[in-house]
């Protein structure tokens, strides 16, 4: 549940974030430069931060970011509530809320693994995952309608609010004892993580095959206000019409993964179903009807949330306690490259439409997943 909330916060954050910067810029590169911002930390900072993982308790270190994440959604809310804020201040808060979420995310990740019994890992993963997706439909529909009624700075206060219960939960809860690996940090820690996973072909080949779907494809989220404003001409809370499209179907394809327990055999699933995921983003790109785009949305999240929730099993399956933190940290470089995405996304979307960039995006991943399947036995044997 604290999970949950603090999810529900940060999507909230994204809606609202982008929102304004569409206001003050009328502009989709600035959209895709706001989410850039956000998505550095997870290259600069995600990294290192799996070495303290590690070694400090994790709890300790979600009750931080929780905290510290709330405290910056009352500073942008009081700046937006004002009317003082700036361009700028979006891409620092934007900075900002990237490096609490991308210590934030591996910490949970590493977490999930000490309070279930290896035979459950993948069922609880795929709950964890059906719970986040989830926050994708109410925080999204929620931010949409707060802003449709009171404003921006309104859905500000009440991530801080979520998140501000998610510390109170994690305040309140026990965790099992963490064994603490030794607190001196040596020269290269901070990319034991990285190592790790390129020593293996297993591990690489499963790093990259979300990778390639989350730079290329996965940014089209972020220029879904620019489809609610500019193309099928439904307003904020046709934005979150959208969004919770997205959301519900990426809860049902992670309750699929929830449902089974088997962690092999899937390497030829999880390549078909990134090129199904991709084709159908193709195809909602070149819509221009809400009739046709929600339920392309809704398939696509299906799709898209199974493969990336069982890509998570199959790696935490394979990693030992004593690195996962820092493995987990590398692994979420992963999310870190949706924004990151949505930066040459919003470049094409200037010079020519963000229709046409989403389509790029996607037709890019269809091309590297086939070739990444061609050049990778141990991803397909998996």
């Avoid at 995600?46 to 959604?73: H, S, T, Y």
């Avoid at 979420?101 to 000490?114: F, G, I, R």
């Avoid at 929730?309 to 030992?320: E, G, Y």
Wanted: net charge positive.
């Amino acid at each position: 549940m604290g999970s949950v909330l603090a999810q529900l916060g940060q999507w909230m954050q994204t809606v609202a974030l982008g929102w304004v910067a569409l206001d003050l810029t009328d502009s989709a590169f600035f959209v895709g430069l706001v989410s850039f911002m956000a998505g550095i930390p997870f290259i600069v900072v995600a990294i290192p931060a799996g070495a303290i993982i590690d070694r400090v308790e994790r709890r300790k270190v979600l009750m931080f970011c929780q905290c510290a994440a709330a405290l910056l959604a009352i500073v942008v809310a009081i700046d937006v509530i004002s009317g003082f804020v700036e361009p700028w201040h979006l891409l620092i808060a934007a900075f900002l809320n990237g490096s609490l979420l991308s210590v934030l995310t591996p910490t949970q990740q590493a977490l999930t693994p000490s309070l279930v019994d290896r035979k459950d890992l993948t069922n609880a993963i795929g709950l964890s995952s059906a719970g986040n997706n989830l926050t994708r439909v109410f925080g999204p529909s929620l931010a949409g309608a707060i802003i449709g009624v009171s404003g921006t700075g309104e859905a500000f206060i009440v991530q801080a609010f979520a998140l501000g219960a998610a510390f109170v939960l994690i305040a309140m809860t026990r965790f099992p004892k963490q064994e603490i690996a030794p607190r001196i940090i040596k020269p290269g820690a901070a990319l034991e993580g990285l190592r790790y996973i390129f020593q293996r072909d297993d591990l690489r080949g499963l790093f990259l095959l979300a990778l390639i779907p989350t730079f290329f494809t996965f940014p089209y989220i972020q220029f879904l206000n620019v489809f609610a404003r500019d193309i099928l001409r439904i307003g904020p809370s046709g934005l979150g019409l959208l969004m919770a499209s997205s959301g519900s179907g990426a809860v049902i394809g992670s309750l699929v993964v929830a449902r089974g327990r088997k962690a092999e055999g899937q390497g030829m699933m999880l390549i078909g179903t990134t090129i199904l995921y991709a084709s159908l983003i193709l195809c909602m790109s070149a819509s221009r009807s809400i009739w046709i785009t929600v339920p392309l949305l809704i398939a696509g999240g299906a799709i898209g949330a199974w493969f990336m929730a069982q890509n998570n099993s199959l790696v935490q399956h394979r990693i030992a306690e004593d690195v996962r933190g820092r493995v987990m940290s590398a692994y979420m470089l992963n999310n870190g490259l949706l924004p990151l995405g949505a930066m040459p996304m919003g470049i094409i979307a200037g010079v020519t439409s963000v229709p046409i960039a989403v389509a790029v995006g996607a037709s890019m991943t269809i091309l590297l997943t086939a070739l990444l399947a061609v050049t990778s036995p141990a991803l397909r044997s998996l």
